[in-house]
C-alpha cells in the first residue's frame, strides 16, 4: 500500500520568501512522485514528477524537488514566492505496478505582500 | 486545443434525484478517471476506466455509477444512493502503458450542491 503525508495543511509566506512544502511517502516498492497544483475552482495541474531518473526535478514556474530515499521524502520548494503562487498543492505517490497515484490531503499556500 | 471539458461548472439538485456530470477530453488517452475532492480530505478515487466498456471501483464507488461507451467520453451519475453528494468532482484522463506511470490531465471541475 502507498501513502502520502503532506504536513501543514496551510502554509503562509511573505512574498520573496522561501517556500517549503514538505510531502513524505510511504511505498513498498520504488515510487513515482508527483505535485501538482490547483487555483480556485480548477483542476489541478502537473508541477513536476520524480521518475528516478534524477532526485533533484525542476518543475514550472521556478518550482523544484528533491527526492531523498533515507528521510522518504519529496518537499517541494520555490526560492522566491510570488502573490501568483497562492494555490492549493497536492502531492501523489504511484508505483509497483500501479499507475493510479495516490494523493495527500493537499497544502494551501497563501503568500502575503 | 486538446483538453478535457467538464459540464456544467455548477450544478444544483435537489435531495433525491440522479445527476450526471459529463467529462469528455480529445487528448486520445485510453484512462479516465473520477475523483471526488472535500476541503481537507485531498483527492478521493471514485471510479476509472483504462479503456473502452470497462471500468473499475475505486475507493468510494458507492452511490455513483458510470459508463464508457466512447473513448472520449466518462459520464458520472450522482444516484440518491449517495448519502452526502455535495462536493467538488474531478474528472481526469492520462495514456496508458509503459514503464512510469503517466501524467494524469484534469478537467476543471463540476461543484455540485445538493440542496
Known amino acids: 500500500a502507498q501513502s502520502v503525508t503532506q504536513l501543514g495543511s496551510h502554509v503562509s509566506v511573505s512574498e520573496g520568501a522561501l517556500v517549503l512544502l514538505r510531502c513524505n511517502y510511504s511505498?513498498?516498492?520504488?515510487?513515482?512522485l508527483f505535485w501538482y497544483v490547483q487555483y480556485p475552482n480548477q483542476g489541478l495541474q502537473l508541477l513536476l514528477k520524480?521518475?528516478?531518473?534524477?532526485?533533484l526535478v525542476k518543475g514550472i514556474n521556478g518550482f523544484e524537488a528533491e527526492f531523498k530515499k533515507s528521510e522518504t521524502s519529496f518537499h517541494l520548494t520555490k526560492p522566491s514566492a510570488h502573490m501568483s503562487d497562492a494555490a492549493e498543492y497536492f502531492c501523489?505517490?504511484?508505483?509497483?505496478?500501479?499507475?493510479?497515484?495516490?494523493f495527500g490531503r493537499g497544502t494551501s499556500l497563501i503568500v502575503h505582500p | 486545443d486538446g483538453g478535457i471539458t467538464q459540464s456544467p461548472k455548477y450544478l444544483f439538485r435537489k435531495e433525491g434525484q440522479n445527476v450526471t456530470l459529463s467529462c469528455e477530453q480529445n487528448?486520445?488517452?485510453?484512462?479516465m478517471y473520477w475523483y471526488r475532492q472535500d476541503p481537507g480530505q485531498g483527492l478521493r478515487l471514485i471510479y476509472y476506466?483504462?479503456?473502452?466498456?470497462?471500468?473499475q471501483k475505486g475507493d468510494i464507488a458507492e452511490g455513483y455509477s458510470v459508463s464508457r461507451e466512447k473513448k472520449e467520453s466518462f459520464p458520472l451519475t450522482v444516484t440518491s444512493a449517495q448519502k452526502n453528494p455535495t462536493a467538488f468532482y474531478l474528472c481526469?484522463?492520462?495514456?496508458?502503458?509503459?514503464?512510469?506511470?503517466?501524467?494524469?490531465?484534469f478537467g476543471p471541475g463540476t461543484r455540485l450542491t445538493v440542496l
Open positions: 481526469a484522463s492520462s495514456p496508458t502503458g509503459g514503464a512510469i506511470p503517466n501524467t494524469q490531465y
Open positions: 511505498s513498498s516498492v520504488p515510487p513515482y
Open positions: 520524480y521518475t528516478s531518473a534524477a532526485t
Open positions: 501523489a505517490v504511484s508505483g509497483g505496478g500501479s499507475y493510479i497515484p495516490t
Open positions: 487528448l486520445n488517452h485510453d484512462a
Open positions: 476506466s483504462q479503456i473502452v466498456n470497462d471500468f
